[in-house]
């Protein structure tokens, strides 16, 4: 076979399996030094994986280290993609879509959860009750996130518009600091953040739809998928074992976000067990049409170039072959 046959079927990922299974190695490509990947308190996976060393174990004899770094949003994990400071990052999935139609050289090939970990939040005393309320009022949320992005789509229900409130951007634990303190109307929170601010501080949640939450994406940068398929393989593998244990242990689970984020372990098992859904790892049709349904409103508030093509976009960006070979069919 042709070397640029087998470097094309690399990028491909999930073609290689029609090969056989995954090469150990494109050819060309040096031995993977060191694994960067992120944790995120949004994935409850990846702080079962850290804790347990599962992929320290996995790479050790190989003599590849493992590099965690902490995203604090969708924004931060897109960032350090985009600047090669990781290979793997979580995101959801509109955040993920908006990056990739920016430039960002990313795919997903799995889904590490489908969570509702976004809502539109007030102060217990706040006046505010529907989303029409909200206009010309400061809201808080990070820009290039799940939540920001919920936002524009709830207020778009209404027809409301990002100019017709004061978008202030902030990262989301000092948006909720925002919220309590007073100095935001409203904030479109993210889990455990949100979930702590309900249960701890009154908090109400004005507008909850599941719908508009979209899936948590695990991205690799396409470089890095070329050149190290296998070692992505072994990366999903991973993700699979602690999605099966977080199944199986979902307050064990809740208690390592607990530690992990440092929030009470009521929080956790809120967002744990009654707010995600860890039944469907693998990318498919639901997703790709999660994301068709999304996509309009990065047009229509101009956060994507003008003719942009989003639907071929959103088809380059999720990556429905690669994972199936290492998805564990409960």
Not at 299 to 326: H, M, S
Request: glycine fraction near 8%; hydrophobic fraction near 45%.
């Amino acid at each position: 076979m042709k070397r640029r046959t087998v470097l094309k079927l690399a990028a491909n990922g999930a073609a290689l399996a029609t090969l056989g299974g995954i090469p150990p190695r494109v050819f060309g490509a040096a031995p993977l030094k060191e694994l960067r990947l992120d944790y995120a308190y949004y994935s409850p996976a990846s702080l079962v994986l850290r804790r347990f060393g599962w992929l320290e174990d996995e790479f050790k004899a190989d003599g590849t280290s493992v590099r965690w770094v902490l995203s604090a949003g969708s924004n931060r994990a897109l960032e350090y993609l985009n600047g090669n400071s990781i290979d793997i990052g979580s995101s959801a999935g509109l955040a993920a879509l908006l990056a990739k139609a920016n430039g960002n050289p990313i795919k997903t090939p799995y889904i590490f959860s489908r969570p509702e970990w976004t809502a539109l939040v007030v102060r217990n005393d706040s006046t505010i009750r529907t989303l029409a309320d909200l206009k010309g009022k400061k809201v808080a949320a990070t820009k290039g996130t799940d939540p920001y992005l919920f936002l524009l789509r709830s207020l778009q229900t209404v027809g409301l518009r990002r100019s017709d409130i004061e978008h202030v951007g902030l990262q989301h634990a000092d948006g909720r600091a925002a919220l309590e303190q007073g100095k935001v109307d409203a904030w479109a929170g993210l889990d455990p953040h949100m979930a702590a601010s309900e249960l701890e501080s009154g908090s109400r949640l004005i507008y909850r739809n599941v719908a508009f939450n979209t899936y948590g994406f695990l991205n690799v940068r396409e470089d890095f998928l070329a050149a190290h398929p296998a070692e992505l393989g072994r990366v999903i593998k991973a993700y699979e074992k602690a999605r099966a244990w977080i199944r199986a242990n979902p307050s064990e689970a809740a208690k390592i976000l607990s530690e992990e984020a440092k929030v009470s372990l009521p929080v956790a098992l809120l967002q744990i067990k009654l707010r995600t859904d860890f039944t469907n790892p693998q990318p498919g049709s639901e997703h790709v049409k999660a994301l068709q349904v999304a996509a309009p409103i990065l047009r229509d508030e101009a956060l994507v170039k003008g003719g942009t093509d989003l639907n071929r976009t959103i088809l380059d960006l999720v990556d429905t072959r690669f994972a199936q070979p290492f998805i564990v069919r409960a």
